[in-house]
C-alpha cells in the first residue's frame, strides 16, 4: 500500500493504479477503522477507481481540497469533525455524490444524513459488491444529469418555480434555491411529468438505477425536496402524493404555490 502526503503531512492512504485510458475517478473514503479502510481502499482500486482513504474528519476536509475528490464515502462516528459535520461542509463546497457507509441504520440518523445534503445511505452489513454497485450508481447520476423530454424544452416555469435544464438551476419565487444532485433529477422528472403521477419504484429506478431496491430512498429525499420548494413542507401543495399513485407536480396558479 503506497502512501502519499497532503497539506500538513497528513498521510493518505491510496491503492495501487490500475493501466487506464481515462482518469481515474477519485473516491474520498474516511473511516477509522485501518482495516476496513485497507479493504475499501483495494475494492475501489481493483475496479479501476483512485481511491484516497483517511482515518478522520479533519484529514478528510484536508484531503478533499488536496485530492478533488468525484465521490465521498464518510462513515458518521469519526474522531474530531464526524461525518455528519463533513458531510455538510463538502455539501457547500461541492456538488459530488456523497455516501455516508456506517454502521448506524436506524431512520433519525438516515434522514439526519439526508439533511445534510448525503445522496445515499449504506449500512456496514452491505456486501462490497453491493457498496461498489452503489458507488457506480452515484457517480452515473452525477456524470449523466436528465435531459427535457423535448429538446426544444430548455426551461420549465409555473407562477413558484424555474427550472433551467441547460444550467441545472432552480429558482423558487426568483430566488436561487441549492438543491442536491438527486434533489435536482427529482424535480426536474416530476416538473417534465407535471400533473402525471410517477410511482416511487420508478423514480428509484430512473434517478438511483437497478442496483437499489428501496423505495424509502425517494421518500427520504422527497421530503428533502419540500422543504426546499414549498411554503409549508407539512402541507405540500407542488410536489404532493397520490395513493396508490406515486408522487406528481402539481402546477400552481398562483404565485404563494396554493
Same mark, same amino acid.
Request: aromatic residues 6%.
Given at each position: 500500500?503506497?502512501?502519499?502526503?497532503?497539506?500538513?503531512?497528513?498521510?493518505?492512504?491510496?491503492?495501487?493504479?490500475?493501466?487506464?485510458?481515462? *482518469?481515474?475517478?477519485?473516491? $474520498?473514503?474516511?473511516?477509522?477503522? #485501518?482495516? =476496513? /479502510? &485497507? +479493504?475499501?481502499?483495494?475494492?475501489?482500486?481493483?475496479?479501476?477507481?483512485?481511491?484516497?482513504?483517511?482515518?478522520?474528519?479533519?484529514?478528510?476536509?484536508?484531503?478533499?481540497?488536496?485530492?478533488?475528490?468525484?465521490?465521498?464515502?464518510?462513515?458518521?462516528?469519526?474522531?474530531?469533525?464526524?461525518?455528519?459535520?463533513?458531510?455538510?461542509?463538502?455539501?457547500?463546497?461541492?456538488?459530488?455524490?456523497?455516501?455516508?457507509?456506517?454502521?448506524?441504520?436506524?431512520?433519525?440518523?438516515?434522514?439526519?444524513?439526508?439533511?445534510?445534503?448525503?445522496?445515499?445511505?449504506?449500512?456496514?452489513? *452491505?456486501?462490497?459488491?453491493? $457498496?461498489?454497485?452503489?458507488?457506480? #450508481?452515484? =457517480? /452515473? &447520476? +452525477?456524470?449523466?444529469?436528465?435531459?427535457?423530454?423535448?429538446?426544444?424544452?430548455?426551461?420549465?416555469?409555473?407562477?413558484?418555480?424555474?427550472?433551467?435544464?441547460?444550467?441545472?438551476?432552480?429558482?423558487?419565487?426568483?430566488?436561487?434555491?441549492?438543491?442536491?444532485?438527486?434533489?435536482?433529477?427529482?424535480?426536474?422528472?416530476?416538473?417534465?411529468?407535471?400533473?402525471?403521477?410517477?410511482?416511487?419504484?420508478?423514480?428509484?429506478?430512473?434517478?438511483?438505477?437497478?442496483?437499489?431496491?428501496?423505495?424509502?430512498?425517494?421518500?427520504?429525499?422527497?421530503?428533502?425536496?419540500?422543504?426546499?420548494?414549498?411554503?409549508?413542507?407539512?402541507?405540500?401543495?407542488?410536489?404532493?402524493?397520490? /395513493?396508490?399513485?406515486?408522487?406528481?407536480?402539481?402546477?400552481?396558479?398562483?404565485?404563494?404555490?396554493?
Amino acid at each position: 500500500m503506497q502512501l502519499i502526503e497532503i497539506a500538513h503531512a497528513e498521510s493518505v492512504e491510496t491503492g495501487w493504479q490500475k493501466p487506464t485510458r481515462m *482518469a481515474a475517478d477519485k473516491i $474520498l473514503i474516511v473511516e477509522d477503522g #485501518a482495516e =476496513l /479502510r &485497507r +479493504a475499501l481502499t483495494g475494492l475501489f482500486a481493483d475496479a479501476g477507481f483512485e481511491p484516497h482513504g483517511v482515518a478522520d474528519g479533519d484529514s478528510a476536509m484536508r484531503a478533499f481540497y488536496s485530492v478533488q475528490p468525484d465521490l465521498a464515502l464518510l462513515d458518521i462516528r469519526l474522531p474530531g469533525l464526524n461525518g455528519l459535520e463533513l458531510c455538510s461542509r463538502i455539501r457547500e463546497m461541492s456538488d459530488i455524490p456523497i455516501i455516508i457507509f456506517s454502521g448506524i441504520g436506524d431512520t433519525k440518523e438516515k434522514l439526519e444524513a439526508f439533511s445534510r445534503g448525503a445522496d445515499d445511505y449504506v449500512v456496514k452489513t *452491505a456486501s462490497l459488491d453491493e $457498496l461498489l454497485a452503489r458507488v457506480h #450508481a452515484g =457517480l /452515473r &447520476r +452525477a456524470t449523466k444529469p436528465p435531459q427535457p423530454q423535448e429538446a426544444s424544452n430548455e426551461v420549465y416555469q409555473d407562477a413558484v418555480i424555474h427550472v433551467d435544464f441547460a444550467r441545472s438551476t432552480v429558482t423558487v419565487h426568483g430566488k436561487p434555491v441549492d438543491l442536491t444532485p438527486t434533489e435536482y433529477q427529482l424535480l426536474t422528472i416530476l416538473v417534465q411529468n407535471v400533473g402525471h403521477p410517477i410511482r416511487a419504484d420508478q423514480l428509484l429506478r430512473r434517478v438511483w438505477g437497478p442496483e437499489y431496491s428501496t423505495e424509502d430512498l425517494v421518500k427520504w429525499h422527497i421530503r428533502h425536496l419540500r422543504r426546499k420548494i414549498e411554503v409549508d413542507a407539512e402541507r405540500p401543495k407542488l410536489v404532493v402524493t397520490r /395513493r396508490g399513485f406515486g408522487y406528481v407536480y402539481v402546477r400552481p396558479v398562483e404565485a404563494d404555490g396554493r
